[in-house]
């Protein structure tokens, strides 16, 4: 079982930049498509990207974060980083990392809060 643990949160001024971390312990995360997703307060889960599993290193992109944000694996950490640029106060929420071995996202890590002030 994929255990998956979330770092790298916290609070940034709009404009700056924040990385996320996605470490897995368990099982080699590169055999997994791994998303990122967000929860605003009040709002419902929503995805923001993901990269898919092995090593073409295809990405997908939410269009609200496409050119700010990226996805990337560190093979060699066992983990997938979300590099957050031009940050916005509305990009604020808690960040979670999912892994999917099928076909749907059934692992999840706790989530790491990100708030962007303005």
């Known amino acids: 079982q994929v255990r998956l643990v979330e770092s790298g949160g916290g609070v940034v001024q709009a404009g700056g930049s924040l990385r996320l971390s996605c470490a897995a312990s368990g099982q080699t995360l590169s055999t997994y498509a791994v998303g990122w997703f967000r929860q605003a307060p009040g709002k419902e889960r929503e995805f923001i990207a993901s990269?898919?599993?092995?090593?073409?290193?295809?990405?997908y992109y939410a269009d609200f974060v496409k050119g700010r944000f990226t996805v990337s694996r560190d093979n060699a950490k066992n983990s997938v980083a979300l590099q957050m640029n031009s940050l916005k106060p509305e990009d604020t929420g808690v960040y979670y990392c999912?892994?999917?071995?099928?076909?749907?996202?059934?692992?999840w890590g706790q989530g790491t809060q990100v708030t962007v002030s303005s």
């Open positions: 990269t898919v599993s092995g090593s073409v290193g295809t990405t």
């Open positions: 999912a892994a999917k071995g099928g076909s749907k996202y059934d692992l």
